[in-house]
């Protein structure tokens, strides 16, 4: 006779055995899930550490010297140095209430107010307009958008070498005179507030923009279409990538609908690169507000002051004349600069990090 023994069956309701060993399963996952996150992070850590370290070295430690060296008297030939108490002449804030007293400064602000309106302005007009067209041609695509970013392979002080050419008033070297010379249009033109000479004298005396209280120089603006030129790559590159993710049923439906080229761009691309926009916009603002190169190669800031902006401010001040002691001054420019341009920036870091989700 044979006897068979059978196992139990095992409960599964609630509290029992086996809901038990599971609940013990869970709590050795999340033990694990803990363990496993405090390794990562440790991991993560030693990863930005060395990153970390040469940020702190070479761009933190520089910008707090800097900002210290704003508050002493100093000069090329008898530098500050923050370990040398020897070198102290400690001004206090008297850099910073000279400089923010200074009529300097605050026409190289106005003709900054300049950069930051008209360059984001021409940058992003520019090259959405020519995003827009190489991406309706299709056809030689490729070759038309080489052509448009090239430009930004160069460099800016390049480009103001290339457009001081382009501005010569010798017709026989300028390009632009030797237009207006064989169109017969070198003179004056007055329109309303503008008072504008096209006798050639573009980096010199170009003519005014009368706004009541204030005449801009337009050398600024020329010297911003260079600027523009340069830089209106950049604005291509990030459109053509923001219209390579535009679905094509969108711009067929519109066309289905009945809608003009024109309204197309309208109401299904322009909405369609808001943020490539945004993105072109605050890096061009960024880098109207830090210009120098192009400024200093085509003008050096004149005639007189007329086109000297705030990133060329602080060379003038510590550069220009190795013996004058007013590189404080110039440190104290550039930590106010610093501090619009970061607070101009900051938005556009704001969105770029990552939003957590709402619960």
């Known amino acids: 006779m044979t006897t068979s023994l059978k196992k139990p069956p095992r409960a599964s309701g609630p509290g029992s055995f086996g809901d038990r060993r599971g609940g013990g399963r869970a709590r050795t996952v999340s033990g694990g899930t803990r363990t496993a996150g405090k390794t990562g992070g440790r991991t993560g850590y030693a990863f930005v550490t060395p990153l970390m370290a040469v940020f702190a070295l070479f761009y933190l430690w520089p910008v707090l010297q800097s900002v210290m060296s704003s508050f002493f008297t100093w000069g090329l030939l008898r530098p500050w140095n923050l370990f040398d108490r020897s070198t102290w002449q400690f001004a206090g804030l008297a850099n910073y209430r000279h400089t923010l007293s200074d009529p300097d400064f605050w026409h190289a602000g106005a003709n900054s107010l300049l950069w930051l309106v008209l360059f984001p302005l021409l940058v992003v007009g520019i090259s959405l307009v020519v995003a827009v067209a190489i991406w309706h041609a299709r056809r030689w695509s490729v070759v038309f958008r080489t052509v448009f970013v090239l430009p930004m392979t160069i460099s800016l002080a390049a480009a ?36 504008l000479k096209t006798t050639g004298q573009w980096l010199a005396d ?62 299904v691309i322009v909405p369609h690169l808001r943020q490539p926009m945004r993105i072109v916009f605050v890096v061009s603002v960024i880098f109207a507000l830090r210009t120098f190169d192009i400024v200093y190669v085509m003008t050096s800031g004149g005639p007189g002051t007329d086109s000297t902006v705030l990133g060329l401010l602080p060379w003038q001040e510590a550069f220009a004349f190795l013996t004058s002691p007013q590189a404080g001054q110039g440190a104290a420019v550039a930590v106010l600069m610093s501090a619009v341009l970061i607070a101009l920036g900051f938005p556009y870091l704001k969105s770029m990090l990552p939003r957590k989700e709402s619960r």
Not at 212 to 223: A, K, M, Q, S
Not at 226 to 238: E, H, R
């Open 160 to 195: 103001g070498v290339i457009w001081s050419f382009v501005y010569n008033p010798d017709a026989h070297i300028g390009v632009l005179n030797a237009v207006l010379k064989a169109l017969h249009l070198q003179g004056t033109l007055d329109v309303g507030p503008l008072h």
């Open 206 to 267: 170009p003519g005014t923009l009368n706004l009541g209280f204030y005449d801009i120089r337009l050398v600024n603006v020329f010297v911003i279409i260079a600027a523009a030129w340069a830089f209106a790559g950049y604005g291509v590159i990030t459109f053509s990538a923001g219209l390579a993710s535009l679905p094509q049923e969108l711009v067929d439906s519109a066309r289905v609908d009945g809608c003009r080229p024109l309204q197309v761009v309208r109401h």
